[in-house]
């Protein structure tokens, strides 16, 4: 460790300290910014202090989970790709639609489930395609004003405070040495003219660095005025991602209605599929299609061959959202793998010679 770079750290700390001690008092000079610059940086500082208002308050809403907000951030860090989630509309609906297969499709309220259930997974599915849009148009952005542009601003500002504090200290010593010219000096001191010209010499460099600095600091602040229309994009992005968002919704909503209408609640329950004995047959039990035992038999052959592929049943329609992802028709027979360094919500599946990744909860393993 240095001590002496530690003791001039220490000392200049004190004099600081005792600067703007005297200052506050009124015992001390201050140099004053001006208007026009006082005024760039009050609005500077509100609209570092409302972007994180905003910002937390739409992480909020997106995402009310902390842990996958931490998550997320992390994830934003060191640039890879955020998790994929089922949103709790998802899992709500996935419940449904098994309680639905398990009461029987025959029945009114097992077929109402499944329409319900279903409606509600493609909610959920909007939902997480609105968060994804609302992430990527307005609070990713937002952040990257606060980590840049504010960012650099108060590190300037904190470095032209730095430089005011200097040449106010320049201004003392100026003072003090022009205090001391014409005394009578006494015998080995320094001539009081040597340090009045010294001073002064330190004082020409000191306004020329803050004046530098101010000018620099000036044209940051005045930066962050035309960043508004920026943000201002920014907001018409969230307010569309929101209608799409409402509207897709609203279209689910109504559909699902119409359907709930087209049920006879007065339907009676054995008019489904029954056995012999008159109990409702369940979906599980429904043969498998063609086009599913064609699946199943192409899949066993690539299963044995993997090793780790298992036999499963979709238990409800899945629209893929990207272009990794692969679609699921319920009721049809897919194989699957859970691989290490994947979403836990997340499996590779595959039909015949297409693969990609699904949610795991909209799979039932099946025992060979």
């Known amino acids: 460790m240095d001590l002496k770079k530690l003791a001039g750290q220490a000392g200049q700390f004190l004099t600081r300290a005792v600067q703007y001690t005297e200052e506050k008092i009124g015992s001390a000079e201050k140099t004053e910014l001006d208007g026009h610059f006082e005024s760039l ?6 609209a ?17 989970n902390p842990g996958n907000r931490v998550e997320d951030m992390i994830f934003e860090k060191i640039e890879k790709r955020r998790p994929n989630r089922l949103s709790n509309l998802e899992y709500f609906g996935l419940d449904m639609v098994q309680a639905g297969n398990d009461f029987g499709s025959g029945t009114a309220y097992g077929s109402a489930l499944l329409k319900v259930g279903g409606a509600e997974q493609r909610l959920g599915m ?3 395609e609105f968060i994804s849009n609302a992430v990527q148009g307005f609070i990713q952005p937002l952040r990257k004003f606060l980590e840049t542009e504010m960012k650099t601003i108060t590190k300037e500002k904190r470095l032209l405070e730095t430089k005011r504090l200097d040449l106010d200290a320049c201004k003392s010593r100026l003072r003090k040495a022009r205090s001391l010219d014409g ?4 015998k080995d ?4 003219k ?21 000018e620099i600091t000036k044209l940051l602040l005045e930066g962050v005025r035309s960043s508004q229309a920026a943000h201002l994009r920014y907001l018409n992005e969230l307010v569309e991602a929101q209608t799409l968002y409402y509207d897709q919704s609203h279209k689910v909503m109504v559909e699902l209605q119409k359907e709930l209408a087209s049920l006879s609640l007065s339907t009676d329950d054995t008019a489904g599929a029954t056995t012999a004995s008159g ?12 086009a599913s035992l064609t699946a199943k038999e192409n899949g066993v052959k690539e299963g044995e061959e993997g090793g780790s592929w298992r036999r499963a049943k979709v238990v409800c329609d899945y629209d893929a959202m990207s272009r990794d992802e692969m679609s699921l028709m319920m009721n049809e027979i897919v194989w699957y793998c859970e691989k290490g360094g994947q979403s836990s919500d997340f499996v590779m599946a595959k039909r015949d010679n297409q693969t990609g990744r699904v949610p795991g909860a909209y799979l039932e393993p099946l025992d060979d």
């Open 41 to 46: 940086s009050h609005q500077a500082d509100s």
């Open 48 to 64: 570092r202090h409302w972007t994180e208002k905003m910002l937390v308050g739409a992480e909020s809403v997106l995402i009310p």
């Open 126 to 128: 909007v939902e997480r």
């Open 183 to 186: 005394q009578s000096s006494q």
């Open 189 to 192: 001191a320094v001539d009081p």
């Open 194 to 214: 040597v340090l009045v010209a010294q001073a002064e010499a330190d004082l020409r460099k000191a306004q020329a660095d803050f004046d530098r600095q101010a």
């Open 279 to 290: 109990v409702p047959v369940k979906a599980s039990s429904i043969p498998e299609t063609n």
